[in-house]
């Protein structure tokens, strides 16, 4: 059973640049969220969903944007890339309110 | 406002000691509390969780604790060994759907 995957694994962007990531949860999983992590902190809750929506989110901007499949997996969207925005980014599934599966992340540097 | 610290600096320890780390937070009420290992540039890795109402958790060689009253963790690895070398993560449960408010985490370092 595979875990949760994400991809790209590594991405390269210019400053006011879009950048979608991708996320697949682990099977039997119909949540996910993502989280970004500046380096040298813990990871920030963006947003999290569920059944296709938007169920709960953190205190980013609107140029942060999301989506959920109907097989659950999910893309982050990015829009106009500032400088502050290279971080790991983190997708995690879980199936019920508890323990989350991270993936392993996608690291986007914003030059 | 609303903080969650941890051991700013790493923690140094030899193999075979007992490693405790500290987790506190301030103006949080969270129905549970977690626990993650990270390894560079990987994902987090659950560990532990415990609700506000039990007062200790064990795994294998982990152990933690939830003062409610303290508004504090401790994470113990007894029998520590190089392998345990990893960052740690301490996470609340803070708006429902189990999200999770991150601390900054705590580098352990076990030498041999």
């Known amino acids: 059973d595979a875990g949760v995957t994400q991809s790209p694994t590594h991405l390269i962007k210019t400053r006011g640049q879009q950048v979608t990531l991708r996320c697949s949860p682990k099977?039997?999983?119909?949540?996910v969220s993502w989280y970004q992590q500046a380096l040298g902190q813990g990871p920030q809750f963006i947003f999290q969903?569920?059944?296709?929506?938007?169920?709960q989110r953190g205190n980013f901007p609107d140029r942060f944007s999301g989506h959920q499949f109907p097989n659950y997996s999910s893309e982050l969207n990015v829009n106009a890339l500032l400088l502050g925005d290279s971080a790991l980014y983190l997708c995690a599934s879980s199936p019920t309110d508890n323990e989350q599966f991270f993936g392993p992340g996608t690291r986007l540097t914003v030059l | 406002s609303q903080k969650i610290e941890q051991n700013s600096e790493a923690l140094n320890i030899q193999e075979g000691k007992t490693a405790t780390l500290t987790c506190n937070y301030t103006n949080y009420s969270p129905a549970y509390l977690q626990w993650y290992r990270q390894d560079p540039g990987r994902g987090p890795v659950f560990l532990l969780l415990i609700r506000e109402n039990e007062k200790e958790k064990r795994k294998e060689r982990l152990k933690v604790t939830f003062d409610t009253t303290l508004k504090q963790s401790l994470f113990h690895i007894t029998a520590s060994q190089p392998a345990d070398s990893a960052t740690y993560l301490c996470a609340l449960e803070t708006g429902g759907y189990s999200t999770l408010t991150f601390g900054k985490g705590t580098m352990l370092l076990v030498s041999p």
């Open positions: 969903y569920y059944e296709e929506e938007e169920r």
């Open positions: 099977s039997g999983h119909d949540t």
